[in-house]
């Protein structure tokens, strides 16, 4: 293998936050703090969890937004009990499977292994667009449990896209890795690329200055406010949204956005040892958590027994869900994730996503929003657990998670974990919970300790810093590859979380992501 360019001795930390206050831990910084500030107001979790979720739709528009979907899990302190909410995406129920014919020329390309679609119709366009879900997930949660008017809560978001996405060089970065699926598009090719064809992107030694401009999703954002979460899918949004899709080639209609409702679920909760997981249950990665967990024997130290308990149990889990769910995804995909908690001690874990990075490529011009790629979820051939149908829910790979570690002793601690990162998800979650669950490992080390991926098959992806001991403990029983924890690509998805114990509050990000932070009510 080619030995990497990348410096052997440079070391790469984050700050842990810690506060009696809230806390919000996100994938970008002005969104964490938008999400402060409201809990600095006053807010409850939840009413910070909205104004980050559309804040992110705004500041990281490639991995998540209103025309996305996604899961979350909250806890809830006077109650003493979590919640879950699903908001995956649906397909269209005027979707006819005939539509996409296999083009009979192998996989595809993007990030499941399915058999080529022609002319992709399932990875880009709009014929890859599902029913979205983020509004009505977010809109039902805050419903039920936020304190602060709707209205108030998405002003951030607003502003953010009043002023326009600043292009610094992770932005670059990011929309020159999808340059020319953007230029396939005329509206997203003007909202993103210089002269419809170029990255947008300033001299490397100057710096930018340049913004994207998004007047539209800021109007539309406005008009959401003013209207309430149900407008996204009852009112003029929901009908300007289909007639840009279907003006596009899809098949999403407004009926399908008035007959979509995400859903409070019983979460799927278990035990192990003197610890408790509260996950999501049914089409997200949550069952797979538990069955990871079940396959993983007691721990008490993250050395070599302990890896190689992870993989030995992150092929068990995967192998259960590709049999009996027909998940078989193998790159991370365009997914974003924050945690919260309040002073009170509520929390909230979100992920949404748009699926490919860019989702489908394509912007709806009425909206001035990317729309999501949800169709490539479904495999194309018939027969399938997961075949390409009308009017069935995606099944995703979200895991958001509330921990609850050291019941009944001094150190009860309790948390909310998640992670972007398609299948990378699942080990990223399961290794952070089992450090600080069984290994007693403070947020901290938590976030710094080196982690694997088993996601992709038999191979196991190390760290290329685990210590000499893990990597022979791992390559005894598996092939193995190591690498470099890095900004791009992600090889170990990208996590963020919050942690409490007694009256103390603590946020992380993952220390490579660039935007990422833990912001403190009152910091912000």
């Not at 019983?266 to 192990?272: E, K, N, Q, V, W």
């Not at 029983?477 to 603590?506: D, I, K, M, W």
């Amino acid at each position: 293998m080619t030995r990497s360019s990348l410096s052997r001795t440079q070391i790469t930390r984050k700050t842990v936050v810690e506060s009696r206050g809230g806390i919000v831990a996100a994938q970008h910084g002005q969104a964490a703090e938008a999400g402060a500030a409201v809990l600095a107001a006053g807010g409850d979790a939840m009413d910070a969890a909205v104004a980050v979720s559309f804040a992110m739709g705004v500041l990281e528009p490639w991995m998540s937004g209103p025309a996305g979907g996604g899961a979350m899990m909250i806890w809830r302190a006077d109650e003493g009990r979590a919640h879950a909410v699903n908001f995956g995406m649906r397909s269209p129920a005027g979707l006819d499977p005939a539509d996409y014919p296999l083009a009979g020329t192998g996989k595809a390309g993007d990030l499941f292994p399915w058999e080529a679609v022609v002319e992709d119709r399932n990875i880009e366009g709009a014929t890859a667009i599902a029913v979205p879900g983020t509004v009505d997930g977010i809109g039902i949660a805050h419903a039920r449990f936020g304190r602060m008017p709707w209205a108030e809560l998405l002003q951030p978001a607003i502003g953010f896209a009043r002023e326009g996405l600043h292009v610094d060089w992770y932005a670059a970065l990011i929309i020159a890795s999808a340059t020319r699926e953007l230029a396939r598009d005329p509206d997203a090719a003007a909202m993103f690329l210089e002269d419809g064809q170029w990255p947008t992107i300033a001299g490397w030694t100057a710096l930018s200055e340049k913004r994207i401009a998004m007047p539209q999703m800021a109007d539309t954002l406005a008009e959401l406010a003013a209207g309430g979460h149900r407008a996204f899918y009852d009112g003029d949004i929901g009908a300007t949204l289909a007639r840009d899709v279907q003006a596009k080639g899809g098949c999403l209609a407004h009926d399908d956005l008035r007959a979509y409702h995400a859903a409070f679920e019983d979460p799927l909760s278990f035990d192990r040892g003197t610890a408790r997981f509260h996950v999501t249950p049914f089409m997200t990665a949550g069952p797979t958590f538990r069955d990871l967990f079940a396959a993983l024997p007691p721990l008490d130290a993250a050395g070599p027994a302990a890896y190689a308990g992870y993989a030995a149990a992150l092929k068990s889990a995967y192998a259960q869900r590709l049999a009996s769910a027909g998940d078989s995804e193998r790159a991370p995909g365009c997914t974003t994730h924050f945690s919260v908690v309040d002073r009170q001690g509520n929390m909230v874990a979100v992920t949404q996503t748009l699926l490919s990075v860019f989702g489908a490529r394509v912007v709806a011009p009425g909206l001035g929003m990317l729309m999501n790629n949800g169709i490539m979820w479904f495999d194309p051939e018939q027969g399938k657990p997961n075949s390409l149908g009308p009017d069935k829910r995606c099944l995703m790979n979200v895991c958001p998670v509330i921990g609850e570690a050291g019941l009944g002793t001094a150190a009860e601690r309790r948390f909310a974990f998640g992670a972007s990162g398609g299948r990378k998800i699942l080990g990223a979650v399961a290794q952070l919970s089992s450090f600080v669950a069984d290994c007693g490992l403070s947020l901290e080390d938590a976030f710094h300790q080196p982690r694997i991926d088993v996601s992709g098959g038999e191979t196991v992806t190390a760290d290329d810093s685990l210590p000499t001991e893990v990597l022979a403990a791992l390559r005894a029983e598996h092939p193995v590859v190591t690498t470099r924890r890095t900004v791009f690509p992600y090889a170990f998805a990208c996590p963020a979380g919050v942690l409490r114990q007694g009256e103390v509050n603590s946020g992380c990000t993952e220390i490579m992501s660039p935007w990422g932070d833990a912001v403190a009510e009152g910091a912000a």
